[in-house]
């Protein structure tokens, strides 16, 4: 991937700042409720951000922010709860980048 050289990557939690032409692809990462409770707990999170948290999650409020602000074509949903999954979305997302930089 060496030649995406002037691409960037932007991780944030929301779409509301960004226009669609920054981004050739979105991807939301997605998380069992009972893993992000776990997760979000060994970091020693407050009761009320553990919950607000699990409350976007239930209710897919980044999903459905990126499917309003972004085309769907463009949005990618990934479960990542998993050392295997973070595995296999890296493998998924580099082949995409190196597909679409090749039609390009």
Excluded at 29 to 56: F, G, H, P
Excluded at 72 to 101: A, G, H, M, R
Aim: aromatic share 12%.
């Amino acid at each position: 991937m060496d030649d995406l050289k002037g691409r960037c990557i932007v991780e944030y939690h929301g779409a509301e700042l960004f226009p669609q032409r920054w981004f050739d692809f979105v991807f939301v990462l997605r998380c069992n409720n009972t893993v992000l409770y776990d997760r979000l707990a060994a970091r020693n999170y407050s009761d009320k951000k553990i919950r607000t948290n699990i409350e976007c999650e239930i209710f897919e409020v980044l999903l459905e922010e990126a499917r309003e602000s972004y085309d769907e074509k463009i949005v990618y949903e990934l479960q990542n709860e998993t050392p295997e999954d973070l595995s296999k979305n890296l493998e998924f997302i580099c082949n995409l980048v190196s597909q679409w930089k090749t039609e390009e």
